[in-house]
């Protein structure tokens, strides 16, 4: 949730030599692919391959890197294999995501092509174009190598302004290092590539792809990452290698950590560690959140994939909830603590500019901390369905999955709590987004625009996150409650591992229900192409707040704490 966004020793023995001459791969899967299979869950890997094409045709991507924590700088190699499709290629784009919000933070050197040196070009700061040594037709096997370093930039303190919300950042016991493994950017149809991810979890448009990365870290450091863990290497140097696979996945972060500890529960045949600060006590409320909604939408939305999730607490910037990636989500630090501004999880993080105001007004807001925390867990579990699983353009098209995950994240609430539980949630935290953003001064509009068009954090959040989501609710109120939910079912089997638009949930209702078909499309365009919230949310003012409207049940408010929230609002109005 939040703003526009977006590895074993043994390693260096058998992924190197593979890159050699391009034979095809024979009979037998090499090791990364067998080792990374481990990740998925029984039956996936037929499920994958159905809709992503047989594994070893996949891309697969091997690194192996090294951390210096101490003065924020990685340096490694990255491999990529993969199988020509279609037309013959005479160069491969690699993109470094980080460079979209931090100029040349990541650096390529000395690509080589199948064994051949190759030129290296860097056209634009994300991207980085390979020309291959010879023509690659159809079926052919590429093998790219290319060098890489890395300059991490300071972690934000959790109310900077920062582009990427500390996705690609690092401090003295947390390294975040989100998209640092260079990939092929996807193709638009007409050959043009997709826009680069602005750094939260933007990569849902990478194709499904195989990757074994190694990183080698101080001692004391442990490195988490998504899929299975393959073991930890004390190296001579005393640093400690770590190295994890996984396949069927869009992307791969890497976290080195100091100071967070592991719980672990499990959720069916799912295993769910949430990595949190040491002796924090929302450790455990973190987990529950997890499994609960790691078991409920295996049940209602089809096969969970990976063997293992992971939720990471993370020292986010200004305005983030959290991270959503393949089998690893991250959660804010100030969400898990409760310490930090409670509207972060509305996305509208740092509001309050006076830290003795937001002291004043945070013991008020408790509940709502405690029921934002919940929510974000649930939306970031929401997005390994919506995003992860069935893909889509968090760029130019960022309502095709996020007000989808906000809805299901919505009844999850609702089938744990109950429906009074998940409407307090929805009026008092979702539609709030985008009452605070009209109540600011902010203007209704489209929600269906790429995240560029969008003026602020603030708009986004109001437009996206809260008046989006509600269009699901018109529609399930249409269909009715079993054959929504057998429409949401129905959209992640059809176009897991696939592609969609923000249109696809509306044509799957549509074909579940051909008589609604005309007013289900009307309710789309009025949600997310028109300008009704005013008359479909609802607008936000001071009474409606005093009376309890954006609070807990049952929160009561002496004179001096209604005298601060009414300067309070006069700050969030600019009066």
Aim: net charge negative; glycine share 10%; proline share 6%.
């Amino acid at each position: 949730m939040g703003a526009p966004r977006r590895r074993s020793r043994a390693f260096g023995v058998v992924a190197w030599l593979l890159v050699v001459a391009a034979p095809a791969w024979g009979e037998e899967l090499p090791a990364e692919l067998q080792l990374g299979q481990k990740a998925l869950r029984p039956g996936e890997l037929a499920r994958l391959e159905h809709s992503a094409g047989p594994l070893a045709e996949q891309p697969l991507y091997r690194a192996d890197l090294t951390v210096d924590v101490a003065n924020r700088k990685v340096v490694g190699k990255v491999a990529l294999t993969w199988t020509v499709k279609g037309e013959a290629l005479d160069e491969v784009y690699l993109r470094t995501t980080p460079n979209a919000a931090h100029g040349d933070a990541v650096k390529l050197l000395n690509a080589a092509v199948n064994g051949q040196a190759a030129k290296l070009e860097h056209p634009d700061v994300t991207l980085w174009r390979v020309v291959l040594p010879a023509e690659a037709v159809a079926g052919t096997v590429v093998q790219l190598e290319v060098a890489l370093q890395a300059k991490v930039p300071v972690a934000p303190d959790g109310q900077a302004e920062v582009a990427d919300y500390g996705a690609f950042a690092g401090s003295a016991d947390f390294v975040s290092l989100v998209g640092l493994v260079p990939m092929v950017p996807p193709t638009k149809p007409n050959g043009e590539l997709f826009a680069p991810p602005s750094g939260m979890g933007d990569l849902a448009a990478y194709a499904p792809s195989s990757f074994m990365v190694s990183v080698s870290a101080p001692r004391g450091y442990v490195v988490v990452m998504p899929g299975v863990a393959l073991g930890e290497v004390p190296e001579p140097s005393g640093r400690v290698r770590f190295t994890n696979a996984v396949v069927g996945a869009r992307d791969f972060p890497v976290f080195v950590t100091k100071g967070l500890e592991k719980v672990s529960a499990s959720a069916g045949e799912v295993a769910v560690e949430a990595w949190v600060r040491k002796g924090e006590p929302n450790a455990r409320a973190v987990l529950e959140h997890a499994v609960f909604a790691v078991k409920e939408l295996n049940k209602r939305l089809g096969p969970y994939p990976y063997t293992t999730f992971r939720v990471v607490e993370a020292t986010l910037g200004k305005g983030a909830g959290g991270m959503e990636f393949p089998g690893l989500v991250t959660v804010s630090s100030a969400l898990v603590s409760g310490a930090g501004d409670p509207l972060a999880a509305l996305g509208l993080g740092g509001l309050v500019a006076d830290p003795a105001m937001l002291a004043l007004v945070t013991p008020m807001l408790k509940d709502l901390l405690r029921a934002s925390l919940e929510l974000t867990v649930l939306h970031e579990v929401a997005h390994q369905y919506f995003a992860c699983l069935v893909g889509s353009d968090a760029v130019e098209e960022p309502v095709a999955d996020e007000p989808l995950t906000q809805h299901v994240a919505l009844l999850l609430l609702e089938w744990r709590r109950g429906k009074k539980a998940a409407n307090e949630v929805r009026d008092g935290q979702v539609k709030m987004a985008y009452q605070l953003l009209r109540l600011m001064g902010g203007r209704d509009g489209k929600a269906n625009r790429p995240t560029g068009e969008f003026q602020s954090t603030t708009e986004y959040a109001g437009l996206v996150y809260g008046k989006a989501p509600l269009l699901f609710d018109a529609q399930r109120k249409l269909v009715g409650d079993e054959a929504w939910e057998k429409t949401l079912r129905t959209y992640v089997e059809q176009h897991r591992y696939r592609w969609v638009t923000s249109k696809t949930v509306t044509q799957v209702a549509a074909k579940l229900a051909p008589s609604q078909a005309r007013p289900l499309e009307a309710l789309r365009v009025r949600w997310l192409e028109e300008a009704h919230g005013d008359e479909d949310v609802g607008q936000l003012n001071l009474a409606d707040l005093m009376g309890g409207g954006a609070m807990p049940a049952g929160t009561a408010m002496d004179a001096e704490t209604q005298k601060l929230l009414e300067e309070l609002m006069r700050q969030l109005g600019g009066e």
